[in-house]
């Protein structure tokens, strides 16, 4: 952080606070975004056909978030790149399929149960969780990056580097077991098995958690106890601290039984479990950073952290 003492300094290293930005600057966000991507990914598949689906999907994604990053800096506001998180993945999908199938016409079975979980996991975001910037435009800044716009590199880079390109790249390696799943041609794919069951059930389990935690969350940050300062302590919230962040985790964790079930898991058992085990690791770090907020902010959560655990369900140490 900027010393206060040093106000040369601090206005050099920190840029002017965040801007509103209107919805249809929010839309045309995307647009150009997704329309932009197409176009690179047809480029990709006609010029370079050597190349791996898995490769032009990186690519793909890299440039999307340049681009979103660019409409960030330009309207100086990085929460324009929240709801990339869950755009990105479904879309993915149907790039990965289109570029090994040859087309979007055929699909195996296996293929259409991951584009399922994830319509499934996207749809709760789309919903449950609709992103202020489609309907009035965003008016503040996540915290998050609030709080990086006082880190000692230049905001640009911290921009486009930690709030965009960071977590593209956390999603997509994430994504890589499906990825991987998705690039076999249906010829190639084996039989449906059990493991083909456990990784579906394990990413609606994980949506079905998260819905349900949303709609007590939702209603608490109406409540007068909310505004007074109070947690919440009901529902899935007596047994985690996080279960949203516990679903989020049993999602991308789902995605390995797919791999199994294609039978490249051996083959590719580095890019199968890193993705999904780091994305875990982060989720468990953003619970900290929620747990320290939260000690500032909640006038009881103290004792919260000591009764409830931070992500795995559990019976708490006291009744709530």
């Avoid at 249809?24 to 975004?33: A, F, H, M």
């Avoid at 716009?149 to 880079?157: H, V």
């Avoid at 389990?205 to 007590?216: C, E, F, M, R």
Wanted: hydrophobic share 50%; aromatic share 14%.
């Amino acid at each position: 952080m900027s010393s206060t003492s040093e106000p040369d300094t601090t206005r050099t290293l920190s840029p002017p606070p965040h801007r509103p930005v209107s919805a249809l600057q929010c839309y045309l966000t995307y647009l150009v975004s997704i329309s932009i991507g197409a176009a690179c990914w047809f480029l990709l598949y006609v010029a370079m056909p050597e190349n791996s689906a898995f490769l032009n999907g990186l690519i793909v994604t890299t440039v999307s978030t340049f681009v979103i990053w660019l409409f960030s800096m330009a309207n100086g506001n990085s929460s324009l790149y929240d709801p990339y998180w869950v755009i990105a993945p479904p879309l993915l999908v149907l790039g990965i399929v289109a570029d090994s199938n040859g087309g979007l016409v055929n699909w195996h079975w296996r293929q259409f149960m991951i584009f399922a979980c994830f319509v499934m996991w996207a749809g709760r975001y789309h919903v449950v969780l609709f992103w202020d910037g489609w309907t009035k435009g965003l008016s503040i800044e996540d915290w998050r990056y609030e709080n990086m716009r006082s880190a000692p590199i230049p905001y640009w880079l911290n921009s486009l580097v930690g709030m965009h390109h960071f977590p593209t790249y956390l999603v997509y390696f994430a994504f890589a077991p499906a990825a991987l799943v998705l690039m076999q041609t249906p010829p190639e794919q084996p039989e449906l098995t059990l493991w083909d069951m456990v990784g579906a059930v394990g990413a609606l389990a994980a949506t079905l958690i998260q819905y349900v935690a949303d709609a007590p969350n939702k209603a608490f940050q109406q409540s007068p106890a909310y505004r007074n300062g109070g947690s919440i302590r009901s529902g899935l919230w007596a047994w985690s601290r996080h279960p949203n962040y516990f679903g989020e985790v049993l999602f991308w964790l789902s995605l390995i039984p797919f791999a199994l079930a294609a039978g490249i898991f051996e083959s590719h058992m580095a890019l199968v479990l890193s993705g999904p085990v780091v994305m875990a690791i982060f989720f468990r770090f953003s619970a900290h950073l929620m747990d320290k907020r939260s000690l500032e902010r909640r006038c009881d959560y103290d004792g919260i952290m000591k009764d409830i655990s931070p992500l795995l369900p559990l019976i708490p140490r006291r009744p709530s």
